[in-house]
């Protein structure tokens, strides 16, 4: 899953909340910025927008999980979900600006919902491979959720043991640089993952778009056209977000003598939502106008030309024609 999750936000709120201030108070701040969690004035208005938002793109899923049985989909409601909590909980942070979890439970929820995003999209393509044909792939479309999904969990788990390396370095510098550091690793892990995926679904893309045994499909392969489509704009979206975030952690600089963290995108608020929270939205919009329940089968197994794929570990089925 592309982006980096828990640590950048669980990074900003642990040096906001352990230190005095992350940038000393001006004359133009509304608010003590010494004793909040908060390294900047937050914009109440805009937690309720994104909440409103994301709130109607999990109904408008939500709905059409329903309309198209599409219970795989069910990672897409998570994500919708968190991001629901995470602005919802944003507004008492922003109201309570001296109590600690609200901010540290809503920083949490939207760092995680776009891994969700990310595990998704496997899911998807992978759906998309299986009905299309897996002779197109140079992966296996049932390896592709565990293998990727896998390494983006151990990516995550390596941002994790950073940032609890952080909240416990106390005003360590030389703990804080390695945290730092742990961090960056597991950043640059999560977006070779998502590349590398990127690469197999895009070849599996080429050689079925190319193939003359399917041109018969037209019709099929319009509406896997509209699902590749989304996909790649998620991908895009993703992976700029990403990249933000690790310029986030790559400029923060940690100074002998000073326990406070400089940052131009640590210290800013515009930054995360044109940079995180606007493009996630955007990807969520897509899938939901171009929902996979109304161009893949809700049962995984069947394929493009009616025959069912023979499964392993599960049920085997002989390709014989479509189910009656």
């Given at each position: ?17 352990r230190?005095?201030?992350?940038r000393?108070p ?11 969690n ?11 927008l ?8 999990l ?27 995470g ?13 600690l ?12 919902a ?6 998704q ?54 703990q ?14 999560q977006?070779?993952?998502f590349?590398?995926?990127?690469f ?11 193939s ?16 590749w489509?989304?996909?790649y704009?998620?991908?895009a ?13 790559a ?5 002998p ?25 955007i ?19 069947l394929?493009?030309d ?12 002989l ?6």
């Amino acid at each position: 899953m592309a982006g980096e999750h828990l640590p950048s936000y669980a990074l900003s709120s642990s040096i906001h909340s352990r230190l005095p201030s992350a940038r000393p108070p001006d004359d133009n701040n509304t608010v003590d910025r010494s004793n909040t969690n908060f390294p900047y004035d937050p914009t109440l208005w805009a937690a309720y927008l994104f909440a409103v938002l994301y709130g109607i793109a999990l109904l408008w899923q939500l709905g059409q999980a329903i309309r198209y049985k599409t219970g795989y989909m069910w990672v897409m409601l998570v994500a919708c979900s968190l991001e629901v909590l995470g602005f919802g909980l944003s507004i008492i942070a922003i109201k309570q600006m001296t109590t600690l979890w609200p901010i540290v439970v809503s920083q949490t929820g939207l760092i995680v919902a776009p891994a969700f995003i990310a595990a998704q999209d496997y899911m998807i393509i992978g759906r998309v491979m299986s009905f299309v044909g897996k002779e197109y792939g140079y992966i296996n479309h049932t390896k592709i959720t565990k293998i990727f999904v896998g390494a983006d969990i151990f990516a995550i788990l390596t941002q994790a043991g950073g940032g609890s390396m952080l909240a416990g370095a106390n005003g360590d510098l030389n703990q804080m640089k390695v945290a730092q550091k742990v961090l960056l690793t597991g950043l640059a892990l999560q977006v070779i993952t998502f590349g590398i995926f990127f690469f197999v679904a895009t070849a599996f893309d080429v050689r079925s778009y190319r193939s003359p045994a399917l041109h018969p499909f037209k019709e099929q392969m319009k509406g896997m056209r509209k699902l590749w489509t989304a996909f790649y704009i998620s991908c895009a979206l993703i992976t700029a977000r990403s990249i933000y975030r690790t310029v986030e952690f790559a400029e923060i600089k940690f100074t002998p003598g000073n326990d406070n963290a400089d940052g131009y995108l640590l210290n800013h608020e515009w930054p995360m939502y044109v940079f995180d929270s606007i493009p996630i939205l955007i990807s969520i919009i897509f899938f939901s106008i171009w929902h996979p329940g109304a161009y893949l089968p809700s049962k995984k197994g069947l394929r493009i030309d009616g025959t069912y794929e023979e499964q392993f570990g599960r049920r085997k089925f002989l390709c014989c024609g479509p189910r009656k």
